[in-house]
T-cell receptor
């Protein structure tokens, strides 16, 4: 069974204080690793898809990277509006289902 | 391009009742998946429909069912509601192509409260 573990569970940052979130996974036949952002009471918002080890993608202050066992989401010089729960999910084998980690809740203080 | 639309946004039901939730995917997307999100279990996969056929099913009891119509709109039904069914139910839409671009886009969810 696919396993996705995110750490830390919670992260409190000062505005401008860069940090990284970790997503480690155990799957057979990774088809894609996905990062989402979720605000309270809302559905997850798609951020990135990574397909192979070594791949990197960037969007504004966020950068996602992928190795064979884990992915990192780097937040550079965060702002209060970056406060959210960040979810990692994998898609593997012939399944189109997403297996999610528990998420990392990021709080950025001004 | 309109996003994924879920209705209703909020529902309050009594134990033992049944409920039907609706999802309209992004135009052109033929795959619709349903997920349950709770504070204790996180996001868990319920089932996926593609071209009106259920392709995958998660580990949920038979009280949870769904269907997809020819226009790709989907409904999920929960019968004999239990208190533990209280959750945010999320629908995700995907183009489900053979190659990359299999991203799933989520709706805002339906918040179901069972009392």
């Amino acid at each position: 069974e696919d396993q996705v573990t995110q750490s830390p569970e919670a992260l409190r940052l000062q505005e401008g204080e860069s940090s990284s979130l970790n997503c480690s996974y155990t799957v057979s036949g990774l088809r894609g690793l996905f990062w989402y952002r979720q605000d309270p009471g809302k559905g997850p918002e798609f951020l990135f898809t990574l397909y192979s080890a070594g791949e990197e993608k960037e969007k504004e202050r966020l950068k996602a990277t992928l190795t064979k066992k884990e992915s990192f989401l780097h937040i550079t010089a965060p702002k209060p509006e970056d406060s959210a729960t960040y979810l990692c999910a994998v898609q593997a084998g012939n399944d189109y289902k997403l297996s999610f980690g528990a998420g990392t809740t990021v709080t950025v203080r001004a | 391009k309109a996003g994924v639309t879920q209705t209703p946004r909020y529902l309050i039901k009594t134990r033992g009742q049944q409920v039907t939730l609706s999802c309209s995917p992004i135009s052109g997307h033929r795959s619709v998946s349903w997920y349950q999100q709770t504070p204790g279990q996180g996001l868990q996969f319920l089932f996926e429909y593609f071209s009106e056929t259920q392709r995958n099913k998660g580990n949920f009891p038979g009280r949870f069912s769904g269907r997809q119509f020819s226009n790709s709109r989907s409904e999920m039904n929960v019968s004999t509601l239990e208190l533990g069914d209280s959750a945010l139910y999320l629908c995700a839409s995907s183009a489900r192509t053979q190659g990359p671009n299999t991203e799933a886009f989520f709706g805002q969810g339906t918040r179901l409260t069972v009392v």
